[in-house]
């Protein structure tokens, strides 16, 4: 009876304190992450990100299938932890499914392939290997996420030019958090950026703000801005980013000071300046003069800390330009020559903006030098190939360069910076200067904390034109080349940080060791493993059992005798 008694007892304290604890961890979660990189942690941002969410999400993963390799099947099984480290960290629940969009066929596939297209979500052909060959399977490396109302996506697998498949799965990895918090972000805080769009001096003679537009989806709203049309900074100030995109004529002193003082007073200014102009409608024949612009410029971005060089930048790792090829009976025959002026750019600093970016494609880019600025930190973001050259302006530009091999030996430059980041103290041009007419000068600040952008090619964000019907293509999309350069996501990494620098973005900093096996051990120790694995775990249960067995046997002789 006592016996009974007690262990009746001991069943109600164990069911007990299983109900208190199930009703604790309604309250109070935690969790315990022992990895060396925090791998099932999140940054406060994403956290801050997280407590915002107040209803149920879904996520449709695409990246569907059975059979993939080891490494794509750790980038499937990577989202699938990171979706659950966010659900556990969220005040509401984050739940997935798999989701493979060739499943839909007909006209609403074909929809869904377009959809997918506009969040960036490319298809990718993988290469798996099967008994009898290699076998091509296509495969979407993204994901959907949608509340009740809304839907939005990304693409997951991404890397740097020149990086193996290897490292090129793991970089994808160590972003996965920063492309799932902001999916989220963009569901629940609609509430946009003001960016501005500076024009009345030739800016975005392309494509009028298209590229920006079509990129800066979700929070941005952009706004056309004639800066002549502005009375005082206190105009700008509503502006979290200015973009000042290849201008083509001067500014005003009083449109300089305009934007020196929107920087005092911790504005965000991208300045995307060409150091020649080229006509490339005339570059036919002997082709035409690139010769140096003097926009009035120069001499507040050598203040800050940069100068943009009155010269051009060729690269062997350079692009293609579509020349006439002569007739094929009455067809015209368009055939792409290699010109580099063209730069194609792969190699990028590893900073929040750049991390993970695939090749960036400038046309008609010019060098970038920094100068002494107090209190400025300059960062170098994209950089040349190692086998480049600079052309001081005035410089010829003509197509009937691209009839002749470039000669190696004259491209004896490399790491060339094409693109600064400025930030910290700036000291305004304006200091121990009179004030343009028209301004209160109680106002006037001689210094400030904002944040500048400087590339030497005002084009790199203004979108091109579709050969057949000459409508603006997404940013980044190559008429001739039929491919897509990281473009649109150099732009949102370079907004996304300038509005909050220390926000999610920094995500993307975050790092993951590589561990592979030795390759040596594993041939020469792989039976041995095999063995142990297989048949130490019921070796030890037998002996474990046997143990028990006896020590029982033992203790029950001792009580009968």
Do not use: C
Not at 521 to 535: A, I, P, Y
Request: glycine residues 10%; charged residues 20%; aromatic residues 10%.
């Amino acid at each position: 009876m006592k016996g009974g008694t007690s262990r009746l007892i001991s069943w109600g304290v164990l069911l007990l304190g299983t109900l208190i604890l199930f009703w604790l961890g309604q309250f109070w979660r935690f969790r315990i992450d022992l990895t060396e990189e925090n791998k099932y942690s999140l940054s406060p941002a994403t956290e801050e990100v997280l407590d915002q969410i107040t209803e149920p999400l879904h996520v449709d993963i695409l990246l569907v299938g059975d059979d993939f390799p080891g490494g794509m099947r750790r980038l499937q099984k990577s989202l699938e932890e990171t979706i659950r480290t966010f659900d556990a960290y969220s005040p509401e629940r984050i739940t997935f499914s798999y989701f493979d969009p060739l499943s839909v066929s007909g006209e609403e596939g074909q929809q869904l392939i377009l959809d997918l297209n506009e969040y960036g979500i490319n298809p990718t052909d993988l290469f798996v290997g099967q008994d009898a060959g290699q076998q091509v399977m296509r495969i979407f490396p993204g994901f959907l996420i949608s509340d009740s109302e809304y839907e939005t996506g990304a693409l997951i697998l991404k890397g740097e030019q020149g990086m193996s498949q290897e490292q090129v799965l793991n970089q994808s990895i160590e972003n996965l958090e920063f492309e799932l918090s902001l999916a989220i972000q963009k569901l629940i805080d609609p509430a946009a950026n003001s960016i501005a769009m500076i024009i009345g001096h030739g800016e975005m003679s392309e494509d009028e703000g298209f590229g920006l537009v079509e990129a800066l989806d979700g929070r941005n709203e952009l706004f056309k801005v004639p800066l002549e049309q502005a009375r005082s900074p206190d105009d700008l100030d509503n502006f979290s980013t200015i973009f000042i995109q290849g201008p083509r004529e001067s500014y005003e002193p009083r449109e300089i000071y305009l934007l020196d003082q929107y920087v005092m007073r911790g504005g965000n200014l991208v300045v995307l300046l060409d150091g020649v102009a080229v006509d490339i409608a005339a570059a036919g024949g002997e082709g035409t003069l690139a010769m140096p612009m003097e926009l009035g410029l120069d001499n507040l971005l050598f203040r800050y800390g940069v100068r943009v060089n009155k010269d051009l930048i060729q690269d062997l790792n350079f692009g293609y330009f579509p020349v006439m090829g002569g007739n094929f009976g009455n067809q015209e025959q368009i055939v792409p020559l290699p010109w580099p002026f063209y730069v194609q750019a792969g190699r990028v600093q590893n900073h929040p903006i750049t991390k993970g970016l695939d090749v960036i494609n400038f046309r008609f880019v010019s060098s970038l030098d920094t100068v002494k600025a107090d209190g400025v930190t300059k960062t170098p973001l994209i950089f040349s190939s190692d086998f480049a050259r600079i052309l001081p302006g005035p410089t010829r530009v003509a197509f009937r360069g691209m009839e002749t091999a470039p000669d190696v030996n004259l491209f004896g430059e490399k790491n060339l910076p094409l693109a600064y980041l400025l930030e910290g103290e700036f000291t305004s041009l304006f200091k121990n200067r009179f004030v343009p007419d028209g301004f209160d000068k109680s106002e006037f600040l001689e210094s400030g904390t904002g944040k500048v952008v400087v590339i030497g090619d005002g084009e790199i964000f203004q979108s091109q034109r579709s050969l057949s019907d000459g409508s603006p293509l997404a940013l980044g999309e190559d008429p001739f080349n039929q491919v897509t350069f990281a473009n649109r996501l150099l732009l949102r990494n370079l907004v996304q940080y300038l509005n909050d620098p220390e926000g999610i973005i920094m995500t993307r900093t975050r790092s993951f060791k590589i561990r592979p096996l030795n390759k040596v051990k594993v041939s020469e120790q792989k039976t041995f493993w095999q063995v142990t694995n297989v048949l130490g775990p019921v070796i030890f249960l037998l002996v474990f059992g046997l143990i028990v067995a006896a020590l029982r046997k033992r203790n029950f002789s001792k009580k009968a005798a």
